[in-house]
């Protein structure tokens, strides 16, 4: 029904910077709210940044300033820009989306498979 790809994590030192990308495809009619969580090793999944289908955005506080949560509807792809990276930001970043289908008539959310950010110090 609908995927979400992943792309762009990776290993990275301290102070360095990555950008991940998220592409939705399938049967989708409209996209409201995208963005990006995180889960390091131990600990429960958290909220990094979102946006939505309107531009609005919203940061965990332990990324702002830092990271630059954007998206591109026509191409229905959501993307962060993470700059002056910590080894706190290790971590599995995970895409999420809030799709409707042609289908549906309710929004439901959808999960990327995971890319892997490792921050060295």
């Known amino acids: 029904q609908v995927q979400l790809v992943e792309s762009g994590g990776g290993l990275v030192q301290a102070g360095g910077s990555l950008r991940l990308s998220c592409a939705a495809s399938?049967?989708?009619?409209?996209?409201?709210?995208m963005g990006w969580y995180r889960q390091a090793p131990g600990k429960q999944r958290e909220l990094v940044a979102t946006?939505?289908?309107?531009?609005?955005?919203n940061y965990a506080d332990s990324v702002k300033g830092r990271f630059t949560v954007s998206r591109d509807n026509a191409k229905n792809t959501v993307y962060l820009q993470m700059n002056s990276l910590k080894p706190e930001d290790t971590a599995v970043y995970y895409c999420?989306?809030?799709?409707?289908?042609?289908?549906?008539?309710?929004?439901?959310?959808?999960w990327g498979q995971g890319t892997q950010v490792t921050v060295s110090s």
């Open positions: 999420n989306a809030e799709v409707l289908l042609f289908s549906t008539i309710v929004y439901r959310n959808y």
């Open positions: 399938g049967s989708i009619a409209s996209i409201n709210a």
């Open positions: 946006v939505t289908s309107g531009g609005n955005t």
